[in-house]
């Protein structure tokens, strides 16, 4: 089995995003396809082995985990929105606030703009923000109607 091992985020400035760094194992070299059965669970869902559990409760889950990314998108669209009005990037040499977010959260460039005219966009449509912060509309068709 193999031990994973993640660094502590700091508050220096850099990249907020930490590499995780994969342990490797003594017995990694014999087996070079990861044997599924021997991961840890994540326990995600309280009683739901996603191996053995029916194909309708992994549906469920599956469902119910995209609206709550749904939401927290847009939650996080919303204070990037604020973060970027209020010139939080500004000051410390960087061009744009989708620069600063690509620098701090990892984000390619390309994305960091979409996602600042996305938050953009969205404090003019308040249905659809509403729809996004309940989690029943996605990013994908947030980004498709800004």
């Known amino acids: 089995m193999r031990a994973w091992s993640c660094p502590l985020i700091d ?4 990249p907020v995003i930490t590499v995780i760094e994969q342990v490797p ?6 087996s ?6 021997r991961m840890p669970s994540m326990d ?3 009683g739901l082995d996603a191996q053995t559990a029916p194909l309708a409760d992994l549906e469920t889950a599956i469902c ?17 929105s604020a973060f970027e009005r ?16 690509s620098w701090r959260c990892g984000i390619g460039l390309r994305a960091a703009r979409e996602h600042l005219a996305t938050a953009r966009a969205l404090e003019q449509l308040p249905t659809v923000r509403a729809a996004f912060a309940d989690g029943t509309i996605s990013y ?5 109607i800004t």
């Open 140 to 144: 994908s068709k947030v980004r498709a």
């Open 64 to 80: 119910g985990w995209a609206g709550r990314l749904a939401a927290a998108t847009c939650g996080w669209l919303v204070l990037l």
């Open 25 to 30: 194992s003594p017995t990694a070299a014999a």
């Open 11 to 14: 508050d220096t400035l850099g």
């Open 86 to 101: 209020r010139g939080g990037w500004s000051g410390i040499g960087l061009r744009s606030c989708a620069h600063w977010l």
């Open 32 to 37: 070079p396809t990861p044997d599924i059965s």
């Open 44 to 46: 995600l869902i309280p």
